[in-house]
């Protein structure tokens, strides 16, 4: 059974930075591709980024230079470090894994950036 668990959301100032890890049990992550998506309320949710089974990368256009998702395959984590935050990076983040062809969630971790 494959379970993702969301950590390392919370509270931070513009301009901080903080970092989300989803530890992923049930599957390897080194063979499986993985992402990092976030939701606000009456929105849909969002790519904020997202990597292949072949290593290639991917960012939502609003956190590009700022964002940087990657896998530790040792400890089966995908993690997203998360720079220069603003406001509207304001949300509850949710990590996805997909195997084959099935997409699994987390239960999300909220992030509140203050101005």
């Known amino acids: 059974q494959v379970q993702l668990v969301e950590s390392g959301g919370g509270l931070v100032q513009a301009g901080g930075s903080l970092r989300l890890s989803c530890a992923v049990s049930?599957?390897?992550?080194?063979?499986?591709?993985a992402a990092w998506y976030r939701q606000t309320p009456g929105k849909q949710r969002e790519l904020v980024a997202g990597?292949?089974?072949?290593?290639?990368?991917v960012y939502g256009n609003s956190v590009k230079g700022r964002f940087t998702i990657s896998g530790d395959s040792t400890k089966n984590t995908v993690l997203l470090q998360m720079n220069t935050l603003k406001p509207e990076d304001t949300a509850v983040y949710y990590c996805?894994?997909?195997?084959?062809?099935?997409?699994?969630w987390g239960q999300g971790t909220q992030v509140t950036v203050s101005s």
């Open positions: 996805q894994v997909t195997v084959n062809w099935r997409e699994y």
């Open positions: 990597y292949s089974r072949a290593g290639t990368t």
């Open positions: 049930g599957v390897a992550l080194s063979t499986n591709a």
